[in-house]
């Protein structure tokens, strides 16, 4: 099955108004009108989202959020509900990304109640998996992925899955310039579309989309790309430059089509 390229750029605690609107517009200039061949989504911090919405609308660019509560509304302080999501509209957001399981404490039970959330809310959804290097180096690697991913899935209904992206994010990957090998990235997305055909069916698992994420670069995008089974990347850093960010996205088609 053909799986339409997805590449989302994450740009995190990252940008002011000036600066975000001004990657938004170089961004959208050159993406200008929708695509069969791409789906291209930016995920800018909370404050500017509706600024950063404004100057993608008419492109072929959608606007995501990087995180989403749990809870529909409520006294929770610093808290933003997918209905003011919905409102801005915002049609993505990322759930369980590492920074949040790991430096703010996010419970693979938290994380599937968000997914749930944002599901039943209407959002489409990057759903972030992936180990650190002290489970890797140990051999639990696969086993810290289907243990996330099991969480996540269990209320998830099938017929869900067509606004799902799972993104494989190897913490030790994420910021450090070590990227995994396109074999390690092949890998890993067999052991997730794996599991999405023992927990739902092999043709949901053929045509769920699976990304890469983790020191992603124009120089290396085009190889991890097209290893089988990868069908684009979760960006960070290179999502806050313009050339470099549009260079992976051309890697994300010319790759994928012949991986």
């Known amino acids: ?29 050159e993406l200008k009108h ?26 072929s660019i959608a606007l995501g ?22 409102d801005l509209g915002v ?38 998996v992936g180990e650190t290097l002290v489970q890797r180096t140990t051999g639990h690697a696969h086993k810290v992925v289907l243990d996330q991913l099991a969480s996540a899935f269990e209320c998830i209904p099938a017929d869900a899955l067509a606004r799902v992206v799972i993104a494989y994010e190897p913490v030790w990957a994420i910021g450090t310039g070590v990227a995994a090998t396109a074999d390690d990235a092949e890998e890993a997305h067999g052991v997730i579309r794996g599991f999405i055909g023992s927990r739902y069916n092999s043709e949901l698992a053929s045509g769920i989309r699976i990304v890469y994420g983790g020191s992603v670069v124009p120089v290396n995008a085009k190889t991890i790309f097209a290893a089988p089974g990868v069908d684009g990347g979760l960006i960070g850093g290179a999502s806050l430059k313009p050339t470099d960010f549009l260079s992976i996205c051309s890697s994300a088609m010319i790759g994928i089509a012949t991986g």
């Open 1 to 29: 099955m053909t799986r339409r390229p997805f590449v989302g750029g994450n740009w995190k605690m990252n940008t002011d108004l000036e600066s975000g609107t001004a990657l938004a517009s170089a961004l959208a200039t």
């Open 34 to 59: 929708g695509s069969d061949a791409i789906d291209v989504v930016v995920f800018p911090p909370y404050p500017y989202l509706q600024s950063v919405g404004r100057v993608i609308d008419g492109s």
């Open 65 to 86: 959020a990087q995180d989403v509560s749990s809870e529909v509304n409520g006294p929770l302080t610093g808290e933003v509900s997918a209905e003011m999501l919905l």
């Open 91 to 128: 049609k993505w957001v990322l759930v369980g990304h590492s920074e949040r399981r790991h430096r703010l404490g996010e419970a693979d039970s938290l994380v599937a109640e968000k997914f749930a959330m944002a599901i039943e809310s209407g959002l489409s959804v990057v759903l972030c």
